[in-house]
């Protein structure tokens, strides 16, 4: 009997934990409206701003009720979301006159309503793009999120234009649309970056959506005449997607090309007759267009055409003249 009895305590014991731990995984108003405040503060800061913060999955009781006027003040402008549409019904604002939410979430932008106990993805994110922080709590999905997901360069050899190369991605549950990638060009001026203003305003490239979890890549040329320390910042970001900072720095060292003043004679038979170049040459140049413009700059009237780092041509219509003297 005494087992039996045992038994029956363990049974009883297991069954008032499991009551327990279940009401104490249902939060109460209270609890998720200062979880979410602190959600909100973390969302704002440098590191995160932009960015997605997730809260915890929350298993939400029925009539459960949040309104925007709990996190909104003088300082902050706050609004809520629903974003999946196999829990949210249409928005009230967008419902007709006396229409039933028969899902498990009616909400507009200023309230949330479970009308079901429903386990819940709720998120944080805040832009800054106005005079306010604007921050949005999201409940049904991880909103989309723009990402960068890696930066690299190589150099054209032909012109010696940096060719950038930038990986997106997005990084939420939800469709991202109109991406967007924009780059500030920054030198580093007595140990600061600084913008540069004078530079040429490169054109923002865009992405039309993006699929959850889809990446695409851009390609991107960049021009610098001048030698120093740069900085490549990139942001990408989409409509309701907030956004992603990058930057990539790289050192643009001094142009030390220089001239050689010898000069070489190449023929070429061709099917109109013969082709005759001047091969011209240069040292120290990192880049072919390098030695072709160090020519060009002495000779202006001559076209000098792109060969090697090393060597520049142009052509006349014989043998025994020059490329200068047929130019001038």
Known sequence: MKVFELLVYAIVAIALIFIVLTLFNIPNENNLIQELKESIIVAQTKDFMGKTVKLETELIEKDFYLSK???????????LECNNPNLCCIRKAEQIENQICTKNISWDYDFMKLENETTLKISVRCLNDLKLPICRIYFGSYPAQAEIVEINKSTNEQNGKIISTIIVKNNGETQLNAGRLQLTLQKNVVGEWE?????????????QYLLPQQEHTFTQEINITTSGKYRLLYKFSGINAGFDEKYLEIEHSQNLCTIIEETNY??????????YREIKKCENCNYAYECATKWQTKYPNVDYQILTKDKTYCEKTNEFSTCESEAS
């Open 266 to 275: 190449e023929i070429q038979t061709i099917e109109d007759g013969k082709l």
């Open 195 to 207: 913008d540069i203003i004078d530079a040429i305003q490169y054109e923002i490239q865009e992405v």
């Open 69 to 79: 006027n709990a996190f909104e003040d003088a300082l902050i402008s706050v609004a």
